[in-house]
């Protein structure tokens, strides 16, 4: 996490304007930290069939939630007592945006656990789970980076998660035509099969939305919006 003395943000005459900066960045941070712990241990519920793993990540779901009402809150509150300019405008409006893909995170997480608790009631496990292990660990490191990113204000590395999408979803794709194979080979396979489908979805979807944080973290730090724009766009934007 930046220091105030290297943070762009603090750097106000009004000290409390300083600390309301850094406390809303902080409190994204922490919620991102969480939403991090849920995908992961999400996936280790799947793959370890851990149906208690999995029921203390569906009611950490409801914290998520509260975290996410208390930022919007907090940053609402800048906005009417300080009205930002410029830098300080993106750099709310952009935490705004991005706990709004933190909470969809804590969603999907949600579904993944849900799954693990149906995976692991019906028995045996299912093929997929080596493609399930694999894109998680993609996704959650994309997550991670994208947070890094956001903490130490680094447009490059925001660059890199949003280049890391495409592989994501080329992986994605790899793996669903593996499930369907194995459904094609033995019908009674297919009830199953679909469900580590629908968590190959869910972690598709976490990177897409590491890459939403990435998106805007190159807003907050060059004033441009990358969002649905090609990659070789938001390049230039990066490198100027």
């Known amino acids: ?17 300083n600390d309301e900066l850094m406390d809303l960045k902080t409190e994204f941070l922490k919620m991102g930290g969480m ?7 999400a996936v280790q519920a799947l793959v370890d069939g851990d149906g208690h793993l999995a029921d203390e990540i569906r009611a950490n779901d409801k914290k998520v939630d509260k975290m996410e009402m208390d930022i919007d809150e907090e940053a609402t509150l800048i906005i009417a007592r300080r009205q930002p300019t410029a830098r300080d405008l993106r750099l709310v409006i952009s935490v705004i945006k991005m706990v709004a893909d933190l909470e969809r995170v804590g969603d999907e997480a ?24 694999h894109i998680g660990s993609h996704v959650l490191s994309m997550l991670h980076d994208a947070l890094d990113a956001f903490a130490r204000l680094d447009s490059e590395q925001a660059l890199r998660i949003m280049k890391e999408d495409k592989r994501v979803d080329e992986e994605y794709q790899a793996a669903a035509r593996t499930l369907l194979t194995f459904m094609m080979e033995d019908t009674r396979n297919i009830s199953r099969c679909m469900s580590v489908m629908w968590v190959l979805r869910a972690l598709e979807r976490v990177g897409d939305h590491a890459c939403n944080i990435a998106e805007n973290v190159i807003f907050m730090v060059k004033g441009e919006d990358v969002r649905h724009t090609p990659v070789e766009e938001a390049e230039k934007v990066v490198g100027r």
């Not at 290297?6 to 409390?16: A, E, R, T, W």
Request: no cysteine; charged share 35%.
């Open 1 to 17: 996490m930046p220091t105030k003395k290297d943070d762009v943000y603090g750097d106000h005459i009004s000290h409390k304007f």
């Open 35 to 41: 939403v991090e712990a849920q995908v992961d241990s």
């Open 110 to 133: 949600k579904k993944i656990a849900k799954l693990a608790i149906k995976l692991s009631e019906e028995g045996q496990a299912p093929r997929g789970y080596v493609e399930v292990r």
